[in-house]
């Protein structure tokens, strides 16, 4: 990551669950720019087991405060929102069915109900998922993939890609009570991400990943662009809308042995691509880097 400039913005903004690996990258990257964080982590029961150690390295008292929330206590949300100037949100967890989308479309809710009722919120950055814009069922004969497009619930149901569902129907509901509540939101759509334990086969992102690369949507991001994409689209005030984020695009063989060999990377023998080929990328990242490029301040761009 770019060295990011210190603001010293006085500003204190929550950062929502700060136990996940983005959260967690989030809470360090907010702190080297001169923001005081609400730490807000959910409960074991919704999050990765290895990431809840993170919390502990959060030494600066003075600018963290740590909070416990669970994403469906409503009143526990709002308490880490409470005097904060803005919100980072992301919700993860290791596999997805049919109750854990029930569950991050309540906890979306839940989220964005109590930014409305919070007097001082005045951005809320929602993480979402490239999930939540590629999946429906005429896909293949459609132009480029853009911000516009949403995955198709139905389409999501019918081969059960419950990562895309639940990304879907959250960041759906986070936009309707956004729009309805009038909430300053902007979403950040990203690619699979490239760091922590849970880049493996059984990531929850990659269900239909051969599809996804035969399409040419199959696109990763490393968490240090995710980061300064999150903090660069909470401080620009041209910021609007969806932003898909990711910085590769695995379009060609060798592409799909080098993510293969970082999912499993102890594995002996890296895996043949005898059957894959050059696939044309059909998704674009233009909006973000736009906006990142206009906006500098140290911050590194796609």
Known sequence: MAPARPRNTGKTVCVMDASSRLGAALVDGLLARGYTVHAA?????????????????WNDGNRVA?????????????????????????FDHDSYDEFMVEVEVR???????ACAQAEAVERVVFTSSVTAVIWKENRKFTEDVHERDWSEPTFCKKFKLWHALSKTLSEKTAWALAMDRGVNMVSVNAGLILAGPELSPSNPYLKGAPEMYEDGVLV????????????CIFESSDAFGRYLCFNRAICRPEDAVKLAQMLSPSTPNPPRSDELRVIQERIHSRKLNKLMLEFGDGLQVA
């Open 41 to 57: 982590s959910f409960g074991r029961a919704y999050v990765r087991a290895g990431d809840m150690a993170m919390a502990s390295q």
């Open 107 to 113: 906890a979306a809710h839940n989220v964005l109900e």
């Open 220 to 231: 990763a991001v490393e968490l240090e662009l995710l980061v300064d994409a999150h903090i």
């Open 66 to 90: 740590l909070f416990r929330s669970d994403p469906l206590d409503y009143h526990s949300i709002a308490a880490a929102v409470r005097g904060c100037s803005g919100v980072f949100y992301t």
